[in-house]
T-cell receptor, first 113, second 112 residues
Framework: DTAVSQTPKYLVTQMGNDKSIKCEQN?????MYWYKQDSKKFLKIMFS???????INETVPNRFSPKSPDKAHLNLHINSLELGDSAVYFC????????????FGPGTRLLVL | RKEVEQDPGPFNVPEGATVAFNCTYS??????FFWYRQDCRKEPKLLMS???SGNEDGRFTAQLNRASQYISLLIRDSKLSDSATYLC?????????????FGKGTKLSVIP
């Protein structure tokens, strides 16, 4: 009974391709996030949705587009992949936008060649 | 001052040692504080929340000093399994409370 799941776990692709990462949480949380962790291990927030509404949209290239079909799902689509997009992408969820503990998915390791 | 600042380490300590990490935060109105742990190639996981009065969970003790705007984590009797990166996390007030602000982490290696 995985709390926050992501697919795929690994993604290797060529520059210029378009790819999507999916995230689902079964915790009944209202708020979901996407984070990027680069090679220096710094965890940086990208987006957050609360009840399907975008509430955080950090400065990321507009090649990255999140989509929340319902509050249990938050997907990330990346267009025209670049070498610098190689990183680990973590999905996370939280009970409310002001809640406490944040639960992370296992991460998607993206490698752009 | 950076929002959340930690000594990146690495801290290399022998088994059984006591080790302490500190973290400073810039927003004095921050309300919630946490320590997360991240193992190599894994996701961050909550280790413990940090309360104003300080709190303890087994070998782990967390302290908050609001006046000096720092948080500490003390690990006693270190185990090999404690080797990980420890992330200091702060929940800023107001609109910023939608997100947690993560420090860059302190790497701990416990050596046999």
């Amino acid at each position: 009974d995985t709390a926050v799941s992501q697919t795929p776990k690994y993604l290797v692709t060529q520059m210029g391709n378009d790819k999507s990462i999916k995230c689902e949480q079964n915790l009944g949380h209202d708020t979901m996030y996407w984070y990027k962790q680069d090679s220096k291990k710094f965890l940086k927030i990208m987006f957050s949705y609360n009840n399907k509404e975008l509430i955080i949209n950090e400065t990321v290239p507009n090649r990255f587009s999140p989509k929340s079909p319902d509050k249990a799902h938050l997907n990330l689509h990346i267009n025209s992949l670049e070498l610098g997009d190689s990183a680990v992408y973590f999905c996370a969820s939280r009970l409310t936008a002001w809640g406490e503990t944040q639960y992370f998915g296992p991460g998607t390791r993206l490698l752009v060649l | 001052r950076k929002e959340v600042e930690q000594d990146p380490g690495p801290f290399n300590v022998p088994e059984g040692a006591t080790v302490a990490f500190n973290c400073t935060y810039s927003n004095s109105a921050s309300q919630s504080f946490f320590w997360y742990r991240q193992d190599c190639r894994k996701e961050p996981k909550l280790l413990m929340s940090v309360y104003s009065s300080g709190n303890e969970d087994g070998r782990f003790t967390a302290q908050l000093n609001r006046a000096s705007q720092y948080i500490s984590l003390l690990i006693r009797d270190s185990k090999l399994s404690d080797s990980a990166t420890y992330l200091c996390v702060v929940n800023p007030p107001g609109a910023g409370s939608y997100q947690l602000t993560f420090g860059k982490g302190t790497k701990l290696s416990v050596i046999p």
